[in-house]
Nanobody, 114 residues
Framework: QLQLVESGGGLVQPGGSLRLSCAAS????????TGWYRQVPGKQREMVAY???????NYADSVKGRFSISRDNAKDTVYLQMNSLQPEDTAVYYC????????WGQGTQVTVSS
């Protein structure tokens, strides 16, 4: 079974940048569509970005132009580069992988302070 571990979250000031990493293990990473979701307590989970096994990237409108998703299959890792961060980006960010079923990481906290 695929396992996902996020890292790279933390506290940043508005306008700052952060890069999240998601390390996969336990299966063939290259066949999965992978992505990032975020969730604020009491609110619905939001898809932020995902990238297909073929390398096609997709973004939520709220982050388009600011965030960039990429993957390194040789390292079994997917990244989320977050630029121009704003307080509204504060959330727990979860790594996701899909290939017939969904797999989730434990989440990493991103806090954008003002």
């Amino acid at each position: 079974q695929l396992q996902l571990v996020e890292s790279g979250g933390g506290l940043v000031q508005p306008g700052g940048s952060l890069r999240l990493s998601c390390a996969a293990s336990g299966s063939t990473f290259s066949i999965y569509t992978t992505g990032w979701y975020r969730q604020v307590p009491g609110k619905q989970r939001e898809m932020v970005a995902y990238i297909t096994s073929g390398g096609s990237a997709n973004y939520a409108d709220s982050v388009k132009g600011r965030f960039s998703i990429s993957r390194d299959n040789a390292k079994d890792t997917v990244y989320l580069q977050m630029n121009s961060l704003q307080p509204e980006d504060t959330a727990v960010y979860y790594c996701n992988a899909y290939q017939g079923g969904h797999f989730w990481g434990q989440g990493t906290q991103v806090t954008v302070s003002s």
